[in-house]
């Protein structure tokens, strides 16, 4: 017997509307209705049992039966800074990322970045993170912001007890990732990379150079490989 499907919702009452797109994949896609059983989640890192108790146009209603503390959510606090990929390169890595457990994933625009970026791309990223959070058991979607320029973003990682700047500059690394221990913020470059300028830069900010080895890995390969790297170490993999 498969799992319960699993919704976020803004709010939890003891009876609770599913509505929009959850309400649309709910019920058209998974065909859902009165008394089968779901989750129900609202971010708070809580898990909600539910059933559905009655259909109405647009809704679903669900009574929320019991609650319970969500158990595949990260203890040390991961966020991923990721240069804006072409295609649907960036999707690919927000979907991963989310899979691994980061906490929040910011895309960012720097000298070499090239690809185009709109509000309907943003939400869509958004969306990707919901789904995949959904999927991988989590109980919290990480946050997903976009950050117009690099030094925005470096920025933004003020609380993070290690900032690790992935750069083909650095030829070995001036963080020992085998010691690794508390809240990490990660960056990696979009497919053109970073200038010696922005290194420079992330280096005053605090964030040592990592190398991710001799050979030259695509954008999106780079920030997968180095989130599953540093979520291992950390112990969350493991």
């Not at 498969?2 to 058209?28: C, M, Q, W």
């Not at 039966?65 to 606090?77: I, M, N, Q, V, Y």
């Not at 950050?147 to 070995?172: M, Q, R």
Request: charge should be neutral; hydrophobic fraction near 40%; glycine fraction near 10%.
């Amino acid at each position: 017997m498969s799992a319960p499907k699993r919704f976020f919702v803004d709010k939890i009452e003891r009876e609770t509307l599913l509505t929009g797109e959850e309400y649309s994949h709910a019920k058209n896609v998974l065909r859902l209705g009165e008394g089968d059983e779901i989750v129900l989640l609202d971010g708070s890192g809580k898990e909600y049992d539910a059933i559905v108790c009655r259909s109405m146009k647009g809704a679903l209603a669900c009574n929320v039966l019991g609650e319970r503390a969500g158990d595949k959510e990260s203890k040390t606090p991961v966020k991923l800074l990721v240069g804006l990929l072409k295609g649907d390169k960036t999707e690919l890595v927000v979907q991963k990322a989310t899979e691994l457990g980061v906490c929040e994933i910011g895309i960012f625009s720097s000298r070499y970045s090239a690809a185009y970026i709109n509000d309907n791309k943003i939400e869509r990223f958004r969306k990707v993170a919901k789904e995949a959070a959904k999927q991988c058991l989590r109980s919290r979607v990480p946050q997903v912001s976009y950050h117009e320029t690099l030094a925005d973003a470096l920025n933004s990682c003020g609380g993070y007890e290690n900032k690790l700047f992935a750069c083909e500059f650095a030829n070995e690394s001036e963080a020992d990732l085998r010691t690794l221990k508390g809240s990490a913020a990660l960056v990696v470059g979009s497919e053109g990379g970073f200038t010696e300028e922005e290194f420079a830069k992330a280096r005053a900010l605090g964030f040592a150079g990592v190398s991710l080895g001799r050979r030259i890995l695509r954008a999106e390969t780079a920030a997968i490989a180095f989130t599953g790297i540093v979520t291992y170490l950390l112990g969350d993999l493991g």
